[in-house]
């Protein structure tokens, strides 16, 4: 096996007839280590921003919701019945009742309408996970009177740390021409990347919120947070059997965001086409480039074959040379990519519009599998395509060969 090794090593890069030939050799190296680095590339650069926008979503918005299907409210009693069953099930983390209301915010001059979520300290670090998201002031010490803003809303209204402001409820102004305002302090701010939720959510205590809201006998509904958010699917048929006594409506965060979700799966696979078509391209040249040298060589082969090497360990000298390209090749395209994919990682060479991408840079996945197929996909591609100028050639006698030498 050494001996074919050395053999493919030495006609590769030894000098040709043809001079072109060794340039070709090179450029194929280098068209399949690009095509190999775009792949690997564009799959880490996928996953990575797939998994940080499922991650955000799933975080700021809750794993599952379980709300009244016949009501805008499920009644405390019946919310406590629900928890027990909740938190009987060993899938679930945790699991909080919330209230979810529209109002008005005004501080000074400014005005905005806002979305406010009223739950408790430890919702909004087990199921909002609003640490992750912080960017001011603290959210372990809520008081009554405490708030928390959306980074857009507090910009809006120019309202920093310690700032007060008037919540207004907008159902009472509406539907009873009263003005009912509730004082807060501006505790934390948060920015989640996502434009809408930055600048529509507002975070109050739970009782808070019942008593503002005139609600103190029920709550929109209970929120819960899972071990395995990916896996939600799966688990919401089981919450069905075991809540199929409660009149409720389960929603995952995937059943909340199934559009965005849905682009996720399938924005990459355009441009994995292309880089597919890319990386054949280059495996063609790489396949020519096999075929040149052989054919230049095949009085060689001959020689071999009068010196007693039979056909299969001709064919096996030809077949190793493309292996050795394409392996060559795919070693530097792995390097490339990991040189590209480090530095996104670390320096964030390329930044996005959080307006739209919800993220301010490219995220990174270092997606193993895809170090790996990529490469033995390019390296088998190669050999299979190899294999007919190698049976060619080895099936040629060495009289027929050497008979113009």
């Known amino acids: 096996m050494f001996r074919h090794v050395s053999i493919a090593f030495r006609q590769l890069f030894s000098k040709h007839s043809f001079g072109f030939v060794y340039i070709t050799s090179v450029l194929g190296v280098l068209g399949l280590a690009i095509g190999i680095a775009s792949l690997i590339i564009i799959s880490c ?54 209230t979810e209301n529209h109002a008005m915010i005004k501080s000074k001059n400014l005005s905005e309408g806002v979305i406010v979520y009223g739950c408790s300290d430890s919702a909004l670090t087990n199921i909002f996970n609003l640490d992750d998201f912080l960017i001011a002031g603290s959210i372990s010490n809520i008081n009554s009177t405490s708030a928390v803003l959306g980074s857009s809303l507090a910009t809006n209204l120019d309202l920093k740390i310690g700032d007060e402001f008037y919540l207004f409820n907008i159902e009472d102004i509406v539907k009873q021409n009263k003005i009912n305002a509730l004082k807060l302090n501006l505790n934390a701010i948060i920015d989640t990347d996502f434009s809408e939720y930055d600048r529509l959510l507002a975070f ?25 958010p990916m896996e939600v699917d799966v688990l919401e048929n089981s919450l069905f059997e075991s809540l199929h006594e409660f009149p409720v409506y389960i929603t995952s965060w995937k059943d909340r965001h199934r559009s965005i979700i849905s682009w996720l799966n399938i924005y990459d696979i355009p441009i994995k086409l292309i880089m597919m078509l890319i990386v054949l391209v280059s495996i063609f040249n790489l396949t020519a480039t096999i075929w040149m040298v052989s054919f230049e060589r095949k009085s060689e082969y001959g020689i071999l074959k009068a010196m007693g090497f039979m056909k299969h360990e001709v064919k096996n000298i030809i077949l190793t040379q493309s292996v050795l390209l394409s392996a060559i090749g795919s070693c530097f395209g792995i390097a490339f990519a990991l040189i590209a994919l480090i530095g996104q990682h670390y320096f964030h060479w390329i930044s996005l519009s959080s307006d739209i991408y919800f993220m301010n840079y490219l995220p990174v996945s270092f997606n193993i599998a895809s170090f790996l197929f990529y490469p033995l996909f390019g390296i088998l591609l190669s050999l299979m395509i190899t294999f007919y100028p190698a049976y060619k050639i080895s099936n040629y006698s060495p009289a027929s060969v050497l008979m113009y030498e």
């Open 204 to 228: 109050i205590p739970f009782a808070t919120s019942q008593v503002f809201f005139s609600d103190s006998l029920s709550a929109t509904g209970i929120i819960s947070s899972v071990y395995s």
């Open 45 to 98: 650069v996928s996953d990575g921003f797939s998994n940080l926008v499922n991650t955000k979503l799933s975080s700021i918005d809750g794993h599952f919701r379980i709300t009244s299907y016949y009501n805008d409210s499920i009644s405390i009693p019946d919310a406590n019945n629900i928890m027990d069953v909740l938190n009987s099930n060993p899938q679930l983390k945790s699991s909080y009742l919330y």
